[in-house]
C-alpha cells in the first residue's frame, strides 16, 4: 500500500507552523526542534519521491538546517550554501514549502539556492565549491558597510578538493574577517568516528571562556621574549591539532572547531550558539560528520541509488533505513523508470571508448569527481589503472591530461559542457597553445532539462571553435558519436573535442567499433533545391522533420549534417550556398559558435555579396529556465516547427508563389 507523506498528511504540525513564517523556527524547544527535523526528513523524501532530484545530499543536512535557522538570523544572516544539491530542507523551511512539489519542473523551484526565488538565497550555487568565495566577500561587505550580520558558508567535504575552496579559505585567513565555514564531512574522509567527548571538547573549544582564555594567553606570550612567544603558540596549536585533527586548517588561518555529530541537535546548537556570540575575529570552521542519504527510504543495501533519485513509490515495507526520529521508518522506495528505448549518449560514449583502449593501450581516461555521470564507471572497471578521478578539479584534470599527451599517452577528458568551462584558462594555455593531442568528450551538451541553465551546455561550441588548432565535432545520433570517439583517438597533432547531449540515442543501429571520419567532412542526409538546412549536432532529426513540413508547402529542402563545427567543410558549405535561396544553420549551442563560423567563411568568400538568404538558428540570448529538454528546445525555437517557419520567412513573398 503506498503511504503517503505529503504535508497534506497532519503528520507535521510543527513545520506547519513555519511553513510561512521561517523566523518561527527560532522559537522552538530542542525537543521541538528534534521533531521538525523528522518532519522536513519526511517531507523532503516525499517531494523528491514525487519530482525526482538530489536526494541525499538534503537528507544528510536536515538537523544541520534546522540547527542554523533556529540558531542565526537568517536572511539578515547570509547562508550560503555549496553547490545546492542539499538545499531541499533550507527550501522548505523558508517559504517555499507550497512549491516544493514543484521541484525542477517547468515554472517551478529550481534544483539549485537561486537569488530570485528567495532572499533566503543569498547567493545562486549549482557548480561546487564556490560558497567559501562568496561568503567571504559578503563579509567583507558587511565590515565595509559597518553592519554586524554573520555569513556562513556550508560546503561538503567533495567540494573540498577543488582548489578554489583553498584559495578562498587563504585569502580569508589572511584578511582576518570574521566569517563562518561549516564543513559538511559525510564521506567520514576527514574525520574518525565522534561521539559525546569529541562534542564536548568541541563545545570548550568554540565557548567564549576558552577563546577569551586563549586570547589572555596569547596576550601574555607576548610579553615575552619571541622565542618563547613563538614556542607557545606553536604547543596550544599542536595540543588542540592533536585533539580535534584541525592543524590544515589553522595553518589557513582557521580557528577549527569539532569535530561534531551533525546528526545531533544537542551537539549543533552550543557549538553555532558559541561561534554566534562570539566577538573574536577572524574565520572559524566548524567540522561536522553527517550521513549522506540519512533516513532515506531505500533498503540499507541500496546506499548507491539516493544521490540523484527518479521518482519513486513510497511504499509500506520492513526495510528502509529510518536513521532518525520522524524519519520514514518502515517506507521501502521503489524508483520509477521509462524503460529507454535506446541506449544513452553517456553509455555510448564509454562503450566507444572501451572498444579503442583495447586496441590501444596508450589511451587513458580522466573525470573530475564524475565517473557515473560521464560513463567513466565502465572504463575504469574494464581499466582501473588506466582511469584517474581527480576529484573536482577541472584545472588540474586538464593539465594533468595534457602532461600525460606531452608523454606520448592518448588522455581522453570526459566532463560535462558546463564544468569544462571552470578549465578554460588550462584548455587555452597548456593544451591549445602547444597544440597538444588532449580529447574532449563533452556530455551534457546543449539544454538539459531538470538542471536548467547553470548545467546547460551551451557554450563549449563559442569558447573552443575560437581556439587555433582545435578540431571541434558534434554527434547528431549515436553511432556518430561512435565514429567521433574514434575520431578522436586518430588525432595525434592536436586537440580534438566531441559534444554530445544528455539523455537517450534516437535508436540506430551501431557498429560493433567506430570508424575514424574524414576530418572537416560533412554529409548530405537529403536533397532538395529551394532551401538548405546544415545542422550541427542533435538538432538533425529536427530538421529531417522540418524538411517534411516545407516539401508539404511545395519547398525543395535538402538537408545537411555538419558534423564538425571545426574545421568546416567549406565544399559543402559553399555549395549549399550556391545552390539554394535560404541556408540555414542550426545548433544547440549560444550565439558565437557554429554559425559565427559559417558567416565568416561566407563572407571572406564574397558569397553574401550576391544576396544569399542566411538564418543562423543558436540558442536565444537569454538564460532557458528548467523544463523538460522538449519544452526547453520549443522555448529556444530549435524545434522541427520553428526551423521550418524560420524558412517560410525568410523566403517572404516567394513563398506564396511556390505554395501557388
Excluded at 5 to 12: L, R, T, V, Y
Excluded at 574 to 600: D, K, M, N, P, Y
Aim: aromatic content about 6%; some cysteine.
Amino acid at each position: 500500500m503506498t503511504q503517503a507523506i505529503g504535508h497534506n498528511s497532519g503528520a507535521s504540525p510543527l513545520l506547519d507552523r513555519v511553513a510561512e513564517r521561517p523566523a518561527a523556527v527560532r522559537e522552538l524547544t530542542v525537543d521541538e526542534l528534534k521533531q521538525l527535523a523528522g518532519e522536513v526528513r519526511r517531507e523532503t523524501i516525499d517531494a523528491v519521491s514525487r519530482t525526482g532530484g538530489h536526494l541525499g545530499a538534503g537528507l544528510g543536512v536536515v538537523e544541520l538546517t534546522v540547527a542554523l535557522h533556529h540558531v542565526f538570523d537568517t536572511p539578515s544572516d547570509r547562508l550560503v550554501w555549496d553547490v545546492g544539491h542539499q538545499a531541499y530542507p533550507h527550501k522548505i523551511l523558508t517559504g517555499r514549502r507550497a512549491r516544493i512539489r514543484s521541484l525542477r519542473q517547468g515554472d517551478g523551484l529550481s534544483g539549485f539556492t537561486r537569488r530570485a526565488e528567495s532572499e533566503y538565497d543569498p547567493f545562486g550555487a549549482a557548480h561546487s565549491s564556490t560558497s567559501i568565495s562568496a561568503a567571504l566577500g559578503m563579509a567583507v561587505a558587511r565590515d565595509y558597510s559597518g553592519r554586524k550580520n554573520n555569513c556562513i558558508a556550508v560546503i561538503g567535504d567533495g567540494a573540498m578538493s577543488a582548489g578554489m575552496a583553498y584559495e578562498a579559505m587563504n585569502n580569508a585567513g589572511a584578511l582576518d574577517t570574521r566569517l563562518i565555514v561549516i564543513l559538511n564531512d559525510n564521506d567520514m574522509s576527514i574525520a574518525p568516528p565522534v561521539g559525546a567527548m569529541s562534542a564536548y571538547l568541541a563545545r570548550l573549544i568554540s565557548s567564549k571562556s576558552y577563546r577569551g582564555l586563549r586570547h589572555f594567553a596569547r596576550d601574555v606570550a607576548a610579553k615575552f621574549p619571541r622565542l618563547i612567544k613563538d614556542a607557545a603558540e606553536r604547543a596550544e596549536e599542536f595540543a588542540r591539532g592533536m585533539v580535534t585533527g584541525g592543524t590544515l586548517f589553522e595553518e589557513l588561518g582557521f580557528y577549527y572547531i569539532g569535530p561534531i555529530d551533525g546528526h545531533n541537535i544537542d551537539h549543533l546548537l552550543p557549538i553555532l550558539r558559541n561561534v554566534r556570540d562570539s566577538t573574536e575575529p577572524g574565520p572559524v570552521l566548524i567540522h561536522v560528520v553527517t550521513q549522506k542519504g540519512h533516513g532515506h527510504p531505500f533498503p540499507a543495501e541500496s546506499a548507491d541509488r539516493y544521490h540523484a533519485v527518479n521518482k519513486f513509490d513510497l511504499i509500506e515495507g520492513a526495510s528502509g533505513n529510518g536513521a532518525s526520529k520522524g524519519a520514514p521508518g518502515g517506507l521501502t522506495g521503489t524508483l520509477i523508470k521509462a524503460k529507454p528505448a535506446a541506449p544513452s549518449y553517456t553509455k555510448v560514449f564509454a562503450d566507444a571508448l572501451i572498444a579503442e583502449a583495447q586496441a590501444d593501450e596508450r589511451i587513458v581516461a580522466i573525470t573530475a569527481a564524475m565517473p557515473s555521470g560521464t560513463g567513466l564507471d565502465l572504463f575504469q572497471q574494464k581499466f582501473p589503472k588506466r582511469c584517474f578521478d581527480v576529484g573536482i578539479a577541472e584545472q588540474h584534470a586538464v593539465t594533468f591530461a595534457a602532461g600525460l599527451a606531452s608523454e606520448g599517452l592518448k588522455p581522453f577528458v570526459a566532463i560535462y559542457s558546463t564544468f569544462l568551462q571552470r578549465a578554460y584558462d588550462q584548455v587555452v594555455h597548456d593544451v591549445a597553445i602547444q597544440k597538444l593531442p588532449v580529447r574532449f568528450a563533452m556530455d551534457r551538451a546543449g539544454l538539459v532539462g531538470a538542471d536548467g541553465p547553470t548545467h546547460a551546455g551551451a557554450y563549449d561550441l563559442a569558447y573552443l571553435c575560437c581556439l587555433p588548432g582545435f578540431t571541434v565535432m558534434a554527434a547528431s545520433d549515436e553511432a556518430e558519436l561512435m565514429h567521433m570517439v574514434a575520431t578522436c583517438a586518430s588525432i595525434d597533432d592536436g586537440p580534438s573535442a566531441v559534444r554530445y547531449p544528455r539523455g537517450e540515442g534516437v535508436g540506430v543501429e551501431l557498429p560493433r567499433k567506430g570508424t575514424p571520419l574524414e576530418i572537416g567532412r560533412g554529409r548530405i542526409m537529403r536533397e532538395g533545391s529551394k532551401v538548405a538546412l546544415l545542422s550541427l549536432g542533435t538538432r538533425l532529426a529536427e530538421c529531417l522533420k522540418a524538411a517534411e513540413l516545407l516539401e508539404a508547402r511545395g519547398l525543395s529542402t535538402t538537408v545537411a549534417d555538419a558534423r564538425f563545427a571545426k574545421p568546416l567543410d567549406h565544399q559543402l558549405i559553399l555549395r549549399l550556398a550556391r545552390e539554394h535561396e535560404v541556408l540555414i544553420t542550426v545548433e544547440e549551442g549560444s550565439s558565437g559558435g557554429f554559425s559565427a563560423q559559417i558567416l565568416q567563411l561566407l563572407a571572406t568568400e564574397g558569397v553574401l555579396d550576391a544576396g544569399l538568404k542566411i538564418r543562423p538558428m543558436t540558442l536565444p540570448d537569454r538564460f532557458i529556465e528548467h523544463d523538460t529538454p522538449l519544452r526547453q528546445y520549443e522555448d529556444a525555437g530549435l524545434d522541427a516547427k520553428s526551423i521550418a517557419a524560420t524558412a517560410v520567412q525568410a523566403l517572404g513573398s516567394s513563398t506564396g508563389a511556390a505554395r501557388a
